[in-house]
């Protein structure tokens, strides 16, 4: 599976941004996807998953801030992501996990100014 991502950008503390990560094939078939971010120095993290069967999980440091969500018209999955933080700021990769492969897309950066 290849995924291409977008939507990162630089944006002040509290406002918003809308990522999408789109797939090569139908994301019906894809076990799930999700988006994981990495900031300077730390180690890759998870953000939030969202599986085939549409059930979610987001790690509680962006738990009623980020919505993840997905277009099986359009084989997206979007992050929409509000209220953002300072400690937001990192490179976002989206990932697929198919027939139990992991495929990842390219990051996009997301820095929040404070």
């Known amino acids: 599976v290849q995924l291409q991502a977008s939507g990162g950008g630089l944006v002040q503390a509290g406002g918003s941004l809308r990522l999408s990560c789109a797939a090569s094939?139908?994301?019906?078939?894809?076990?799930?996807m999700g988006w994981y971010r990495q900031a300077p120095g730390k180690q890759r993290e998870l953000v939030a998953v969202?599986?085939?069967?549409?059930?979610?999980y987001s790690v509680d440091s962006v738990k009623g801030r980020f919505t993840i969500s997905r277009d099986t018209a359009k084989n997206t999955v979007n992050l929409q992501m509000n209220n953002l933080k300072p400690e937001d700021t990192a490179v976002y990769y989206c990932?697929?996990?198919?027939?139990?492969?992991?495929?990842w897309g390219q990051g996009t950066q997301v820095t929040v100014s404070s």
């Open positions: 990932n697929a996990e198919f027939r139990g492969t992991h495929s």
């Open positions: 094939r139908s994301i019906s078939y894809i076990s799930a």
């Open positions: 969202i599986t085939s069967g549409g059930d979610i």
